[in-house]
């Protein structure tokens, strides 16, 4: 074959090659665009309620746009809007105290987290990199506990909870999950395992102790791992609603009810039959704002987490 025909031939499929993968590529933008509105358009008619008025929202429910557009469903869930205002509007005569509700739920998730993340790196690191007769059969007994669904727990817990006199309590809707869980331990456990044991021997030389190499090695290069624990168990904290109802006093003691509850209570007063939707909507867009925030402080140490358990 001569260089002319071999220059022609390669011209003819080079195109070929490059409209595949152009149609592959388009595909998989296509795909992605989907996926991203599928899981936006939830949020997006979120909004389009909570900007929303109760009475036109109910005679026009197939509108793509906020129908009379007002900020009245945010005044009225914090508190700011007058009773007869909201009930001139359609809405529910229940009086919300949410900034109360989002001080006692941020309270809860802190403490939760907090102590949480603190008890599974310590479990871990003993687990991890520590070495006593029977360490895998307790961790491997531990990880049984991950095994089991947690509503099996609910009523051990509530009569544990009872006889200690905590229901309606902080101490009462923490206490269960602030020391820690078998997948926060399974987690920083193979992260710990992936750390080069000589920087522990070279503390060790200069004369430092196990809770020292804990404190001042181990926690420093797990900053990822454990930035992504404390958002995930943030985030499961925030949206708990099962154990808060039950042990905060199912909605009836203020100081004590989360944000999840509230609305939980909030959604069954009703008026004319039908639920306040905006108020509804319009708190729940607030109760997502300490999440995203959360988000956009961490998500990148949360990537570079995972990125880097995958280079491992």
Known sequence: ??????????QNIAPSRMSRFSLGKGLAWGFLTLWILTTLLPVY????????????????PTSLLPVGFTFDAFKRVLGMLPVQTVLDQGGSPKVMHFG????TTLLVTLLITVGSTLFNSMAAYAFGRLHFPGRNKVFYAYLVVQIIPSVLGLIPN???????????????????????????VFFLRQFFLGINRELEEAAMLDGATLAGIFWRVILPMSLPAITTL????????????????FAGGAGRIEATTTVTVAMLTFRSQTQAGLPDY??????????????LIIFLIFGRKIVDSIQFQGYR
């Open 45 to 60: 008619w979120i909004a389009r309620m909570a900007f929303s008025t109760q009475k036109l929202l109910l005679a026009e």
């Open 100 to 103: 109360q509700y989002l001080l």
């Open 230 to 245: 404390f958002v995930l168990t943030f985030m499961g904290s925030w949206n708990e609603l099962q154990w808060a109802y």
């Open 1 to 10: 074959m001569s260089s002319f025909q071999l220059f022609t031939s390669v």
């Open 158 to 184: 509530f009569m544990l909870i009872q006889s200690l006199g905590w229901i309606g309590t902080i101490q009462g809707i923490v206490a269960p999950s602030i020391m820690g869980s078998a997948f926060g």
């Open 278 to 291: 905006t108020g509804l909507m319009a708190g729940t867009l607030i109760s997502i704002l300490p999440m």
